[in-house]
């Protein structure tokens, strides 16, 4: 698309090009050569992505009287240790019982738990349908299968009923179990054993390995990498659970950060001057591990995310 | 002794595909005997069923004196190479070749002893610590020889070893499997579809096709006196002329030459001739066998190939680089000696 | 072809169990109990139900409310998925061509994606603020008066702004990949072939890009349908009053807030059914593109 841009800006060059041909046909081989239309277009599109979050971490460092004057700030405030350590460290919520750090660990050990559980959960079904030939296999592929066609949103009411009935409303188990139903780690892993050379199979098995011993031996070791990016993505997904978090935890002590959010929406009602300072202070607080991740796991970041979505 | 027997083998598929079709084959001790045929005709499956990689549908595999159909691979006693080595690829070399030994609960240092004796004798000493991905080719080969040889097997089992090196290295390393098997003294089977390679390695070579035995002999056997069309057409490059042609009265009718010669049979045979055995008549000596119509001139060196045809039919015969190239058109002088008699209708040499 | 190889009475059983437990649990029961209470009434009070066949179906599509949910729905689905995957394509030809930077703008075009939905969504609120909100001033330059959180539209295209936004990373990421396995050679043969850049992309890339963008169409829609629940509940402060709203938040809202079981379990169902269409496109168009390969 942008190379279109190019020959836009390439062909008048031509005719300009005529009295003084030197300069004109060097300024559109200049642009040509140092891909400077390119580089504009990802520039706006780096300020496009990042603008806003730039603006909302330098507002938070401001106070709620200055940003409720002045609007949104660009520039960096000096409120940004008292904004912080009041969304870090003070008492929230109606019974005064959260703190933003607490939030954190809630959503840390649903970002963990979820990650692990399900790559656990997801390889050891796997495994059994690439490597068994049994009677149910491929009724229980398809079972599984179908957990791709009903996100958790469609069916929320009952799965809330079920996860009621059983007591496990505000505790880490409700909130992680359901959200391992859906079986797009078994299918990512189901697709890696695939392309694992069948011969391998059948040396470990000419070298004496069983069940068990290949799946430790052989795959785990062979799927370390894909476990790696699986796990990132996954982190990522489980921290950022909105929906979920919000019908199962009442209790503030269960609240996540992502949760959380919400509930700081009550910054707007009742307040004349809102704490615009805590809320973004917050969504930054909230933002900041996912991030970290994806950016620092980049490029297993990319392989797990465009091998997995096959 | 015999090392391993092959009765009546065959081999169903769910789907109710026959790959191996009642196939009966020995393999002597120290006996390196090649599985030769087109891709699809059995060799690999018939390999396979032997080291327990498929189940046999009918028949019995006696290793050593063991009926092992229900054995367990790892339980047989045998060794494989594979086509694409089948190296683990997160597992250093040694650790590749120990790996199989662990798993029988071989003590620590007799592992360390085999692997380091393996690695000396095929040279991979200074590549333990490696992983398969840091090693080139012909070193992947070595070392999935290497796992073959530490578990002292019975019989090796070698599936296609050298198809993925170049034309260089594959040369090479067949002289090298060929050294080490006669010096280790280990049955094996080698299976390829390559025909120089069946030709150089084997002391058997067992030709088949769609499921079936064809033959089975020496090289100079299967080379010199081929059991089939099919055989003489598959063993020896370039391959056999077959040229049909008519019999009676004790001579044999190509087109509108006759050749005298001592066959029994009346009507239509199909008439084989090596290209190394059809000489070119040179000039008017005395040839009375068909004229041939040149049509290329290949030149390898020590000897040209010159294709054209003969009664209307392909045919391709050597010449020695001495010789003058020929002109468009010259006779053949064929030997009774030199010529193979095949049914017409089946293919099974007369 | 890949051969199942080891044979085991119990082994896959035990290997499958938690998956399958976890299934049945939270995925089966729920999803067959959403089906059930579609075709009842309950009486939020005492607990007991009615059967009333295709009611809670009839009563659902034919109010109002659901045909305006309906609609903006739709249009949010097709702006949201129209421009995320527009911007993003640039993006990614603009950063497939440069040679020098490609890294650090790749990690900068990416890592919103990292960025929970109601987390964008609070971000959003703040830019489209009636008091501090730099959006609103800035197209008050235009003469746009814009009322996010009271005007329907203008609050449904904050809404928009916000989605799309956080949905360009997953498209750049997807659409840089692809051109990035587009074979040298092609691009090469490409060039000798016709002298045009604009029509070297629009004859070559473009259609070698194609499997990859009806792939991201159908990760888009469903994003829109389901995933930006987060943005509009935070958009619209929970309290949805008079604006838009899509069919999955509606959902959310008749069961929870408006304790219309039923309803809600019919509706549910409905997506049901959308969602099970759209899958079934998207893996006749995987199959395809294994054909291709």
């Known amino acids: 698309m942008s190379q279109d841009q190019i020959a836009v800006t390439g062909k008048p060059a031509v005719p300009v090009a005529r009295p003084a041909s030197a300069t004109g046909a060097g300024f559109g081989a200049f642009v040509r050569r140092h891909q400077i239309v390119e580089h504009i277009v990802l520039l706006f599109g780096v300020l496009l992505m990042m603008g806003p979050i730039a603006v909302a971490f330098t507002t938070s460092t401001h106070d709620p009287v200055t940003i409720h004057s002045e609007g949104m700030q660009l520039g960096f405030g000096d409120n940004f240790l008292p904004t912080y350590e009041a969304v870090i460290f003070e008492q929230t919520g109606f019974t005064k019982q959260v703190t933003g750090w607490g939030m954190s660990l809630n959503s840390l050990i649903l970002g963990l738990g979820f990650a692990i559980g399900k790559i656990i959960v997801s390889m050891l079904a796997a495994y059994a349908i690439v490597y068994f030939r049994f009677p149910l296999g491929t009724l229980c592929f398809w079972v599984i299968f179908s957990t791709l066609l009903l996100p958790l949103e469609v069916r929320i009411l009952p799965s809330y009923e079920v996860v009621q009935g059983l007591g496990l409303l505000n505790s880490y188990t409700g909130l992680i179990l359901p959200l391992i139903a859906s079986a797009t780690g078994t299918f990512f892993f189901r697709q890696f054993f695939k392309s694992v050379p069948n011969e391998l199979l059948e040396a470990a098995r000419i070298d004496g390995a069983g069940p068990f011993r290949f799946f430790w031996d052989i795959l785990v070791p062979l799927s370390r990498t894909m476990i790696a990016a699986i796990f990132i993505i996954m982190f990522v997904v489980g921290w950022n659970q909105y929906l979920w978090p919000i019908l199962m935890t009442t209790d503030e002590s269960f609240y996540t950060v992502v949760r959380g959010i919400r509930q700081i929406l009550q910054v707007w009602i009742g307040a004349d001057i809102p704490d615009y300072n805590e809320a973004l202070g917050l969504a930054i607080i909230a933002m900041i591990p996912p991030v970290l991740i994806v950016i620092i796991f980049q490029r297993m970041f990319i392989k797990g995310l465009v091998e997995s979505e096959k | ?350 | 072809m890949h051969k199942a190889q080891f044979q085991s009475p119990l082994y896959p059983y035990l290997l499958l169990l938690p998956q399958m437990a976890i299934v049945a649990v939270f995925f089966l029961w729920p999803s067959a109990e959403a089906v059930r209470s579609s075709f009842f009434l309950q009486d939020p009070f005492f607990g007991n139900e009615t059967f009333v066949g295709i009611d809670n179906y009839t009563d659902a599509v034919t109010r109002s409310d659901y045909g305006r949910a309906a609609w903006f729905t739709f249009l949010f689905t097709v702006v949201v998925t129209f421009f995320s995957l527009g911007i993003a394509l640039l993006l990614a030809v603009a950063a497939d061509n440069v040679l020098r930077g490609q890294g650090p703008y790749k990690t900068l075009l990416m890592w919103v994606y990292a960025i929970a939905p109601p987390v964008a969504g609070l971000i959003g609120i703040m830019l489209f603020d009636q008091h501090i909100g730099p959006i609103v001033d800035f197209v008050a330059l235009f003469g746009w008066d814009m009322r996010v959180g009271v005007d329907y539209w203008d609050t449904g295209i904050a809404m928009m702004i916000v989605a799309t936004w956080k949905q360009i990373p997953v498209n750049f990421i997807f659409f840089l990949s692809g051109l990035q396995s587009i074979p040298k050679g092609v691009r090469e043969a490409a060039s000798i072939d016709n002298p045009s850049p604009s029509g070297r992309f629009w004859t070559i890339i473009f259609p070698l890009l194609a499997p990859t963008s009806f792939f991201l169409m159908i990760i888009n829609i469903t994003y829109a349908f389901f995933e930006t629940f987060g943005i509009v509940d935070v958009m619209l402060k929970g309290e949805p009053g008079n604006n838009p709203v899509t069919l999955v938040y509606k959902v959310f809202l008749d069961g929870f807030r408006g304790n219309d079981l039923g309803g809600s379990s019919a509706q549910s169902v409905i997506l049901m059914v959308f969602v099970l269409a759209l899958t079934i496109i998207q893996f006749r168009l995987i199959e395809r593109r294994v054909h291709y390969t």
């Not at chain 2, 169903?12 to 699809?40: C, H, I, M, Q, W």
């Not at chain 2, 000489?279 to 001139?297: E, I």
Request: aromatic fraction near 4%.
């Open chain 2, 1 to 350: 002794m015999t090392t391993l027997e092959i009765k009546q083998a065959v081999k169903r598929y769910p789907n109710g595909a026959l790959a191996v079709k009642g196939v009966d084959v020995t393999v002597e001790e120290g006996e390196l005997v090649v599985f030769v045929g087109p891709s699809g005709c059995g060799k690999s499956t018939l390999l396979r069923m032997v080291a327990g990689l498929e189940s046999v549908t009918e028949g019995e595999i006696v290793l050593d004196g063991r009926l092992v159909n229900e054995v367990e691979p790892a339980n047989r006693n045998i060794a494989m190479v594979f086509q694409n080595y089948a190296l683990y690829p997160h597992m250093t070399v040694y650790r590749n070749l120990a790996y199989g030994l662990k798993n029988r609960g071989t003590p620590k240092a007799e592992i360390d002893a085999k692997v380091r004796e393996a690695a000396k004798l095929l040279q991979i000493g200074d590549f333990l610590e490696r992983k398969p991905s840091q090693l080139s080719g012909g070193q992947r080969q070595r070392v999935a020889m290497g796992r073959a040889i530490v578990r002292d097997p019975a019989i090796f089992l070698f599936d296609e070893p050298l198809s993925n090196l170049d034309a260089k290295l594959r040369n090479q390393m067949r002289l090298e499997i060929k050294r080490l098997q006669r010096r280790l003294g280990t049955a094996a089977i080698y299976v390829t579809h390559d025909q120089v390679e069946a030709m150089t390695l084997a002391d058997r070579i067992v030709v088949l096709n769609n499921g079936e035995i064809e033959q089975i002999g020496a090289p100079a056997e299967v080379y010199g006196a081929p059991a089939s069309t099919f055989v003489a057409s598959f063993i020896g490059a370039p391959p056999m002329n077959l040229l049909e042609a008519q019999t009676g009265d004790g001579a044999i009718v190509i087109g509108e030459t006759r050749i005298a010669a001592p066959v029994h049979a009346n009507g239509p045979i199909t008439l084989g001739i090596r290209p190394e055995r059809a000489h070119l008549a040179n000039g008017s000596g005395g040839a009375d066998g068909p004229p041939m119509q040149v049509d290329t001139v290949e030149e390898l060196g020590a000897v040209r190939l010159i294709h054209g045809s003969v009664g209307g039919q392909h045919f391709t015969a050597n010449q020695s680089a001495d010789e003058p190239i020929p002109g468009d058109q010259v006779r053949l002088r064929l030997l009774p000696d030199d010529l193979h008699l095949f049914d017409h209708g089946t293919g099974r040499r007369l």
